[in-house]
Nanobody, 129 residues
Framework: QVRLVESGGGLVQPGGSLRLSCAAS????????IGWFRQAPGKEREGVSS????????HYADSVKGRFTISRDIAKNTVYLQMNSLKPEATAVYYC??????????????????????WGQGAQVTVTS
């Protein structure tokens, strides 16, 4: 089983940047994609970005396109989420999650939450002046 640990959350002013890290350990060869999700207070969890291991394609929610960038360091088994031009509405707990290598590419691309079987503990991001 894959174990995921997020880091890099914190407090930032509007317009600022943060980089989240998701370090994977365990049977990392068994996962087909990594996704970033967030849950703001009182709101449902939503997909933010994902990357497919099989084809390397990256996907973003419309709300973060052009400002967030997902990337991965294969040697370190780590996926990053670089978040720029942060807005107060980005305040949330951010989770990374792994989908198995049997997961359809479309589910990884669409950040279909039920397809992501292994979740990290979350990292708090607060954007406030």
């Amino acid at each position: 089983q894959v174990r995921l640990v997020e880091s890099g959350g914190g407090l930032v002013q509007p317009g600022g940047s943060l980089r989240l890290s998701c370090a994977a350990s365990g049977f990392t060869s068994a996962y087909g994609g990594i996704g970033w999700f967030r849950q703001a207070p009182g709101k449902e969890r939503e997909g933010v970005s994902s990357i497919s291991v099989r084809d390397g394609k990256m996907h973003y929610a419309d709300s973060v396109k052009g400002r967030f960038t997902i990337s991965r360091d294969i040697a370190k088994n780590t996926v990053y989420l670089q978040m720029n031009s942060l807005k107060p509405e980005a305040t949330a707990v951010y989770y990374c999650a792994a989908a198995t290598d049997a997961t359809p590419l479309l589910h990884i691309a669409n950040m279909r939450m039920r397809s992501y079987e292994c979740w990290g503990q979350g990292a708090q991001v607060t954007v406030t002046s």
